[in-house]
């Protein structure tokens, strides 16, 4: 992929930060959690005290014609990121692709501008969802006359998953391939972050395939966030694609930890309600399901070690491991268009200050390798995610190793990680199929 020139990455996220609330909004030193869908029978008092226990932060929605829930949100501290009242389009329908600037040219956003009325609880309003790089010009012209002109919500825009294939490439990105459809977004749109969905399990019967493009989706956001100085949003699914499967808390944490293994930021679970597919994490009579316990808990895992992780900024993501069956989860398709993107490391993965990161049993690991967000800290760190069950088939508890001369702290999903170091310097640590672990060393001390 090509890099920005960071002259005009500061100019671009210039352009975005004053469409930004007042509040910084997320709080980026922590993990920020949403949810798709709360629709109108559903937003009680409890459900919304339920959604709050859980960990959720936002919610994808519109709630302009509802004062009781935004009332209700407001004393909560839940915040809307999908308020409407703007030209609003989904990108899987060809009289969309390439005719926003005939659907909604710039009067109409600002007509909008004038007549939208911000509820206390909006923070960012909805432009669409998996549209066409053909369109980002336009949205990106549209995006920055409404920042200059005073509305104080960030625009909400969601990218399609690197999944499209053959003809449809070009019919739904509009471009040759998706690393050149996420360029058009870093190049047109001006905000500080890029989201994206991408449901793996929703590939039962090429689920290898699923995989692969899982991980290509999130090398190729991952790095132009890097590149850009963008934030990377991720939607994993809490749902299901098929009725008779179940997305177990280890489905949950593998797309969750894979993603931070990538640097992300902020985690939307599709769905709360009914909003595409089934087994929600609400029942059709408003009824907890057993995925609300299961995403309270794995949210609380990740609020267990992120406020270190989010000092932290990704910068690499090698993968160890992945030889056999495991192969297929990173192969390339060609039908897509992408050039292979992620690669197999073999025995081992070293970056600067670790060396011989390993799972002591050959199996796969994805480790992400982190530098201090503010710029000046001398410490690194390295996040360890056990990629070896991605379908919670065969968890077990694996050791990884690792040398190191620096001083070692080890956090994760349980809380502070006890490991074992032997007089050579090599460091072991335990760690569950489908967990992680954030490893951060420091100079020793002189």
Not at 6 to 34: H, I, N, Q
Not at 147 to 163: D, S
Not at 186 to 215: M, N, T
Request: charged share 25%; hydrophobic share 40%; proline share 6%.
């Amino acid at each position: 992929m090509k890099t920005m020139n960071m002259g005009t990455a500061a100019v671009v996220l210039g352009m975005a930060l004053c469409g930004w609330s007042g509040d910084v909004w997320p709080d980026r030193s922590r993990v920020a959690f949403g949810t798709y869908c709360l629709s109108k029978p559903y937003r009680t008092e409890a459900i919304f005290k339920d959604m709050k226990a859980c960990g959720i932060d936002f919610v994808c929605e519109n709630f302009g014609d509802d004062p009781q829930s935004i009332e209700t949100m407001r004393k909560l501290g839940l915040v809307s990121v999908c308020a409407g009242g703007f030209p609003t389009y989904w990108g899987g329908v060809d009289s969309v692709n390439g005719h926003i600037a005939e659907l909604a040219p710039l009067e109409k956003y600002e007509a909008a501008r004038k007549a939208y009325h911000p509820s206390p609880v909006d923070r960012m309003v909805n432009f669409g969802d998996e549209l066409s790089a053909l369109d980002f010009p336009h949205l990106g012209r549209a995006m920055s006359h409404l920042a200059a002109n005073g509305l104080r919500q960030a625009p909400y825009l969601n990218l399609h998953p690197c999944i499209h294939q053959g003809a449809n490439v070009a019919r739904y990105y509009g471009v040759s391939n998706y690393v050149a459809y996420v360029d058009a977004y870093v190049k047109h749109i001006p905000l500080d972050y890029i989201s994206y969905d991408i449901y793996p399990y929703q590939f039962r019967e090429r689920r290898e395939w699923g995989f692969a493009r899982f991980y290509d989706n999130a090398r190729i956001v991952a790095d132009a966030c890097r590149d850009s100085g963008r934030a990377f949003w991720y939607i994993p699914q809490v749902n299901a694609f098929h009725p008779d499967d179940v997305t177990t808390a280890n489905k949950m944490r593998y797309q969750a930890y894979a993603a931070l293994a990538f640097g992300a930021e902020t985690l939307t679970w599709a769905c709360w309600t009914a909003g595409w597919w089934t087994n929600n994490v609400l029942n059709a009579d408003g009824k907890r399901t057993a995925q609300y316990d299961r995403l309270k808990e794995v949210i609380a895992e990740i609020h267990r070690f992120d406020r270190d992780y989010m000092r932290f900024r990704r910068v690499q993501t090698h993968f160890t491991g992945f030889t056999g069956a495991a192969a297929k989860w990173i192969e390339p398709d060609p039908k897509t268009g992408i050039p292979r993107v992620n690669f197999d490391t073999p025995h081992h993965v070293s970056t600067a200050f670790f060396d011989d990161i390993r799972g002591a049993d050959g199996l796969p690991l994805v480790v992400g390798e982190f530098v201090p967000r503010n710029g000046t800290g001398r410490e690194r760190a390295i996040l360890v995610f056990a990629a070896d069950d991605p379908w919670d088939e065969h968890p077990a508890d694996r050791i990884v190793t690792f040398r190191t001369a620096y001083r070692v702290r080890v956090v994760g999903p349980d809380g502070e990680v006890k490991g074992t170091r032997s007089a050579d310097g090599r460091y072991e640590i335990p760690l569950r199929s489908s967990k992680c672990a954030f490893v951060m060393g420091a100079p020793p001390t002189p």
